[in-house]
């Protein structure tokens, strides 16, 4: 066990560049912050590479720490690592997750350029929810290690798999599969009641100004919209999400 006083520490600024996306994706690594998301790393330490604690903290008496690499350090440094207001005085350095060449799953949730780390949080937390085989992460979208998507998917990043990838290479790949991929459209869709799917699904959300691209729309299988009875124009993209990957997976055969 290491104990670290100095801000000015090597170390200690090594892990705010964590904070960075471009260190992320130099390095393989990212920074969780708080009680909740550390004590799910602790559930996968093949990914989890150190714990960090402020020194006037108690660990929960239930963590198994047993084998991993913890660093003790100042409530200063804490508040220096912090990307909350009011920090937990605890993180932890992960591995973000090797994952396969393919797409081997059945069911998948496709992002396109949405910008809003919650929102794109959000829809992590709500595959992982419906048990999703993976997210599909395209050009555009928010970073999914971004501290603010960490804190809105709740420990998701290590329970579903994150794909970041040209989202008209995953269409192809998908529909190679006979994987059908839904987009969502207010024009020239149809209501999403009326889709019909068997085995596998693939849902594709877009922008949430401008929706989808409508290059990727025309690649589609179908496209469906979620019908408006009240005076908005549109549906939020993480409740839009909501409601059509659980519809969806509903209508599965031996989910």
């Given amino acids: 066990m290491k104990f670290i006083q100095s801000a000015k520490n090597a170390q200690v600024k090594q892990w705010k560049k964590l904070l960075l996306k471009k260190e992320r994706e130099k390095t393989g690594l990212y920074l969780v912050e708080g009680l909740h998301l550390v004590e ?17 903290l108690s660990l929960p008496a239930h963590w198994n720490v047993d084998g991993v690499e913890m660093t003790i350090i100042t409530a200063e440094i804490a508040k220096e690592l912090a990307d909350t ?24 949730l496709l992002i396109d350029a949405v910008q809003d780390p919650g929102n794109i949080g959000t829809m992590i937390r709500t595959a992982d929810a419906a048990s999703i085989d993976g997210v599909i992460l395209g050009a555009g979208c928010a970073d999914p290690y971004n501290p603010k998507v960490l804190r809105s ?14 989202l008209d290479e995953a269409i192809q790949q998908l529909k ?17 009641r009326e889709a019909e799917v068997q085995d ?13 691209n409508e290059a990727l ?26 409601i059509l990957l659980y519809h969806f997976k509903h209508l599965l055969k031996n989910v």
């Fill in 176 to 192: 190679n599969q006979q994987i059908p991929v839904l987009g969502t459209s207010l024009q020239r869709a149809t209501d999403y």
């Fill in 85 to 108: 207001e009011t920090n937990q005085g605890v993180f932890a350095v992960c591995r973000k997750r090797q994952l396969p060449d393919s797409l081997s799953g059945r069911t998948y």
């Fill in 40 to 56: 799910e790393a602790l559930k996968h330490k093949e990914e989890m590479v150190e714990l960090i604690a402020s020194e006037d």
């Fill in 217 to 242: 729309l025309g690649e589609t299988t179908s496209n469906v919209f979620i019908p408006i009875y009240g005076s908005s124009e549109s549906l939020n993209v993480a409740v839009a999400a909501g």
């Fill in 200 to 212: 596998s699904f693939a849902l594709l959300v877009g922008n949430e100004g401008s929706g989808v």
């Fill in 153 to 166: 998917a709740q420990g998701s990043h290590f329970h579903v798999p994150l794909i970041q990838m040209p």
